[in-house]
Structures are given as structure tokens and as C-alpha cells.
């Protein structure tokens, strides 16, 4: 479970940070980082599985280049990108940190050539606890973390393993918890990647594993609802019939022929119906259910657009749901040696529905992310609305959660309920 993200240099965010809670939701305008956000993360999963994903010096989409910010036409000398979990471990819940850097080239390298990349992924060392305080770990969460910590590196003798963006998960360094610790953290980052369903790879039938979790596009829907289907999960229909009334049942096929999977929703005064009849919302709620109660893919649920093909009542319904389904921090102690990953939800929107369905929860769930120039503070919520322009010059992503003001803290770096309120009336939201 992700609970703190700090990225610097990278695309929209210079001296960036956030606390991050079970579940937690992002609202912003289109171009407000939200994005760039799950992207970085998705950066981070792809070094620890294969290596920096990217071939420095080539001038392609992806290219190092373009993941620098950019301010009045000048690059980040360096991106840094530092990652702070708690992952489920034989010794209880662990506290780790992954962190990597990357060094801008001044001068095109050779195809091929190895990216000026450094990091490390280590157990956290518990000194500093602000982040415990902010996020309001129970005392027993907070013991349980330093006692897994202690056990992990006295059995292990590990506290530390560098990462150089090239070496697989499982490779050792001499010490026995060097590779433990790398498979912890690759098994942390496999469910980073953000799921950005496609209702057109949806309605196709899958000819993949059966034993894979849901790909990010839900290409292989079918052959996850087969394997759930095997084990029992009764609520899987009760929640697609919650959220979709016309929804009354589902059913796994295979076809033996073609050696696919495929599957069936049973649609009210129309039956059985196949993928390809389907709404493209109905698929969504759906995969993302199918997703959600997958123990294979147990972790984090990174959805991008969440409300896309939703109606807003079902947006704000599912958001509930899911909800009710993270692992709270008063759980993991007991559930650390249980589980694969710790369930949380990470979702952005830019939904005024959602948004209206969430203005009460001031716990911090509910984050805006806006474009403001450094070290400007005054946060969505406190627009004039007298219609002046935004600030001119560079700009970079800056995050608001929804939550009271702690002592000290600078008005701007939060938002109120009443600034969702008025927010939401200029919108044109009808505020009840």
C-alpha cells in the first residue's frame, strides 16, 4: 500500500509531495498532473520489472527528454521519483521506500545506451513519522511497522538494495535478503500500472492464461471471470446488479474449439446477452468488480477517468463500494502475513458528480490537483470567480486534499468543504 509520493523533475511536478491514504481520489481539470501522477508511478513498476523502459536518445514519445518539466524552455537537470509503502511480509507489515533519480544527458546518447539512472529500494528506518501522524496510523499499525522492520533486518541482514534499472527482480547481492527484498517490492509494483479500460478490447474473447490478473485495458475480462468463477464469489453479481439494475446475472464460457474464453451478462427483458451487445459501462463496472475482488492482482487499483462511460449516479456508488473494500490501517497487522497486497484504491476524475458525492469526507481521501506557479498555494477552492486570468509564466502540479487545517499549516495547502460548495456552484452544480 502506497502511502507517500514525492516526485521532483518529472513532467508537471517540481518539489512535489502527498500523503496517501487507503483510498484516494483525484480530481482536476484536464492538464492538472493527474496523469502524470499514475505515470510516474507506472515509471517506478517498469525499472523494478524490466529495467528503464525508455531508449535514451532516440527522439520518440517516451523519450527521456520528454519526461523532464519544462520551465521557459529549459529542462530539469534531474527527475526524481521516491515511493514510501507498507507491504505485506513474513515479519508483518514492512515499511519500504523505493527511490530513483535520473540524470538528464546533456548531449544525445548511442542507441541502446544505459540511462544515467540511480536508486535503491530500502526498509524504512521509522525516523521520521510524520507521515504515520498525517495520515493517522493506529498506535498498534505503528508498532507492528517498527517490529517488522527489526525482524526483517535481523533475519535477513538486508536494509538497503541499489537499483541500477537493469537487473531482475529476484537477483541477489551477496546477502540472502537482498533478492526477498526485491521480490517484495516487485510484487508491490506489478499492480501500479494504471487500468485504463477499452470496451473494445472488453467485448473480444481471450485466447491468453486464465491465471493472469485483468491487463490494464481489460483485454482478458473473459478469462479473469472464468477463473473467479470456479472459486465461489457470490457477490460479485450482487455487486454488478448494485451498480448496473440491469444486470442480473454472469456466466464464464469457454469455447473448446478455438481454445477462448469468453462470457455472458444476463440482461433484464433481454436474457442472456454476449460482450458485443453490451454497453461500454456495464463492461467497465464489470471489469473493474472482476479486478477488485481478484486475489491475484490483490494491491493497489489505479483507475484513470473513472466516471469514463459511467453515469453519475453509478460513479459515486462504485467509488463507495470500492471504498468499502481497502484494507484500513487497523487491519493490516493481522491480515500482513495473509495477503499478497494490501487492497487500496488510487482514481482520478474530473467527475462534479463524484465530487459533490465526496465534498463531506474531509479525511483527506479527496485530493484536487491544480496547475499553479511554484510556491502558489491558494488551491482550487479559493478562485475568484471574477473571471481574471490564470497566472502567467511556468506552472507545476500542485496537490490540495480535502481535509481540516492542522495548526500551522498555510490556508492554501488545503481545501473546505465550503470551498468544494462554492466551487461546485460555479460549476453549476446544484449544491444540496
Not at 495520515?135 to 537499483?163: K, N, Y
Request: proline content about 8%.
Amino acid at each position: 500500500m502506497i502511502t507517500r509520493i514525492e516526485i521532483d523533475g518529472f513532467k508537471s511536478f517540481l518539489g512535489f509531495e502527498l500523503d496517501v491514504h487507503p483510498c484516494t481520489v483525484l480530481v482536476g481539470a484536464n492538464g492538472a498532473g493527474k496523469s502524470n501522477l499514475l505515470a510516474a508511478l507506472d515509471l517506478v513498476r517498469q525499472t523494478v520489472a524490466t529495467g528503464f523502459p525508455v531508449t535514451p536518445g532516440r527522439d520518440a514519445p517516451l523519450a527521456p527528454r520528454h519526461l523532464f518539466h519544462r520551465a521557459d524552455g529549459r529542462s530539469s537537470a534531474v527527475m526524481s521519483i521516491k515511493v514510501g509503502m507498507i507491504v505485506p511480509s513474513a515479519d508483518g507489515p514492512l515499511p519500504m521506500v523505493v527511490w530513483l533519480e535520473v540524470e538528464r544527458a546533456e548531449a544525445p546518447r548511442s542507441p541502446g545506451a544505459a540511462p544515467a539512472l540511480r536508486g535503491s529500494v530500502w526498509v524504512s528506518s521509522m525516523e521520521r513519522t510524520g507521515w504515520m501522524r498525517r495520515l493517522g496510523l493506529p498506535d498498534e499499525l505503528r508498532t507492528a511497522l517498527a517490529e517488522a522492520r527489526q525482524s526483517f533486518v535481523r533475519r535477513t541482514g538486508t536494509e538497503w538494495v541499489p537499483l541500477d534499472g537493469t537487473q531482475a527482480p529476484t537477483a541477489g547481492r551477496g546477502r540472502p535478503g537482498d533478492g526477498e527484498l526485491l521480490q517484495l517490492l516487485h510484487r508491490e509494483c506489478e499492480t501500479w500500472q494504471p487500468v485504463t479500460l477499452d470496451p473494445a478490447a472488453m467485448r473480444r474473447a481471450s485466447g491468453g492464461s486464465e491465471l493472469a490478473p485483468l491487463l490494464a485495458d481489460g483485454g482478458n475480462l473473459a478469462a479473469v471471470l472464468h477463473r473467479l468463477g470456479t472459486e465461489p464469489e457470490p457477490g460479485l453479481e450482487a455487486d454488478l446488479a448494485a451498480l448496473v439494475p440491469e444486470a442480473t446475472g454472469v456466466r464464464a464460457l469457454f469455447d473448446d474449439r478455438r481454445g477462448e474464453y469468453d462470457f455472458d451478462v444476463r440482461v433484464r427483458h433481454q436474457g442472456w446477452t454476449s460482450p458485443p451487445m453490451l454497453a461500454g459501462g456495464t463492461l467497465r463496472v464489470l471489469a473493474l468488480l472482476a479486478a477488485w475482488r481478484d486475489d491475484t492482482r490483490a494491491g493497489l487499483l489505479a483507475v484513470e477517468e473513472l466516471e469514463n462511460g459511467l453515469h453519475p449516479t453509478t460513479l459515486a456508488a462504485l467509488v463507495r463500494l470500492l471504498r468499502s473494500g481497502v484494507d484500513d490501517w487497523a487491519d493490516m497487522p493481522a491480515r500482513a502475513a495473509h495477503v499478497s497486497g494490501f487492497r487500496q484504491l488510487l482514481a482520478t476524475t474530473h467527475s462534479p458528480a463524484l465530487l459533490s458525492a465526496l465534498r463531506h469526507d474531509t479525511t483527506g481521501n479527496l485530493v484536487f490537483l491544480e496547475q499553479a506557479p511554484p510556491g502558489h498555494g491558494a488551491g482550487p477552492g479559493a478562485d475568484t470567480g471574477d473571471g481574471a486570468d490564470a497566472p502567467s509564466g511556468p506552472t507545476v502540479t500542485r496537490a490540495h486534499p480535502l481535509r481540516d487545517r492542522r495548526p500551522g499549516e498555510d490556508p492554501g495547502e488545503t481545501v473546505s468543504s465550503e470551498q468544494v460548495r462554492q466551487l461546485l456552484e460555479r460549476m453549476g452544480q446544484t449544491v444540496v
